[in-house]
């Protein structure tokens, strides 16, 4: 089993930055793919990006350029490091990984994961 625990939300005027962290414990060394996905409110939730245990990373096209998706496997830790946010930016960000090839590790599947978090919340102010 693997357990995920998101930090780093918080509150940010539009154009600033924010980095939030997931860390992995368990069995960690089983994760092929992991990413995270936010959800607004009163809209559907939404695969942000995702990154491969060789680095590859997929990312929703509304955030390329933005944000980054890293990990650091020494310590089981997946970052999204947030650049020029937006007010639409604003959501509940969660992390998320399965252990399997599929569904491909691309941001599209990112809801489709076994493994979450409970969320941290991102907001960005006008």
């Known amino acids: 089993q693997v357990q995920l625990v998101e930090s780093g939300g918080g509150s940010v005027q539009a154009g600033g930055s924010l980095r939030v962290s997931c860390a992995a414990s368990?069995?960690?060394?089983?994760?092929?793919?992991m990413g995270w996905f936010r959800q607004a409110p009163g809209k559907e939730r939404e695969g942000v990006a995702t990154?491969?245990?060789?680095?590859?990373?997929s990312y929703v096209d509304s955030v390329k350029g933005r944000f980054t998706i890293s990990k650091d496997n020494a310590r089981n830790t997946l970052y999204l490091q947030m650049n020029s946010l937006k007010p639409e930016d604003t959501a509940t960000y969660y992390c998320?990984?399965?252990?399997?090839?599929?569904?491909?590790?691309?941001?599209?599947?990112?809801?489709?994961?076994?493994?979450r978090g409970q969320g941290t919340q991102v907001t960005v102010s006008p």
């Open positions: 368990g069995v960690t060394g089983s994760l092929y793919c």
């Open positions: 990154i491969t245990v060789g680095g590859t990373t």
């Open positions: 998320t990984a399965q252990s399997a090839y599929s569904p491909a590790c691309q941001r599209r599947n990112a809801l489709k994961f076994p493994f």
